[in-house]
């Protein structure tokens, strides 16, 4: 059954990007599936691919972003992470199991059509853009979801203000915790799921 819940994250894992990935986990989870992420738990005795190939098996919906697949100065070698891990997921759902054959993906994009000039076998592919804001990452992930495997969800203004309140909850706990304003901002990401997974739960049994 966790196959049916599970969304696999494919994104960049730098600071940079971290304004986009926090949106896009909350949102997931506030939708009531589950994020899988190959930062959700650290084990330095499981390499990486195996790790990433083991997600995408058990994950019926994907998330790829493909944003940073540009080098981000000249002479600077972009990185091919994000694309490969995309053609893992189509090789699972091409030559897999039955049930991995109907798995569903989203690409997503900073720029429309960006993508063509480095996978041009994308073409004719429906990718959405976010256009590195958050709330479009809220509102393309949602609708996304909505389309795939929901009956119903919330609208993208609701979403947004609930990952507001709980980015101010958190950052309130974490630091009754300890936690300084340098180590909330570098929670590690497994943590950060667990915390928006209790936070959701919570509001949602308080309603």
Request: proline letters at 5%; hydrophobic letters at 45%.
């Amino acid at each position: 059954m966790a196959f049916e819940k599970n969304v696999f994250v494919n994104c960049p894992f730098d600071a940079e990007y971290l304004p986009l990935l926090r949106p896009l986990l909350f949102t997931v989870i506030y939708l009531r599936l589950t994020p899988r992420i190959a930062l959700e738990a650290i084990d330095s005795g499981e390499l990486r691919l195996n790790k990433i190939v083991e997600l995408i098996r058990d994950s019926k919906y994907s998330i790829h972003d493909l944003s940073r697949s540009e080098a981000a100065v000249a002479g600077e070698l972009y990185r091919l992470n994000m694309p490969f891990e995309l053609g893992v997921d189509f090789g699972c759902r091409t030559f897999g199991k039955p049930k991995q054959r109907d798995k569903r993906a989203l690409v997503l994009e900073a720029k429309p059509h960006r993508y063509k000039a480095s996978i041009s076998d994308l073409a004719g592919a429906d990718i959405e853009c976010h256009e590195d804001e958050p709330y479009k990452v809220i509102g393309v992930v949602r609708n996304w979801l909505k389309n795939v495997c929901l009956a119903q969800a919330a609208g993208p203004a609701r979403i947004s203000s609930a990952f507001t309140d709980f980015m101010a909850d958190n950052f309130d706990a974490l630091t009754q915790l300890g936690f300084s304003p340098q180590d909330i901002e570098l929670l590690p990401v497994g943590e950060l799921i667990e915390r928006m997974t209790a936070w959701v739960a919570s509001k949602a049994a308080a309603a």
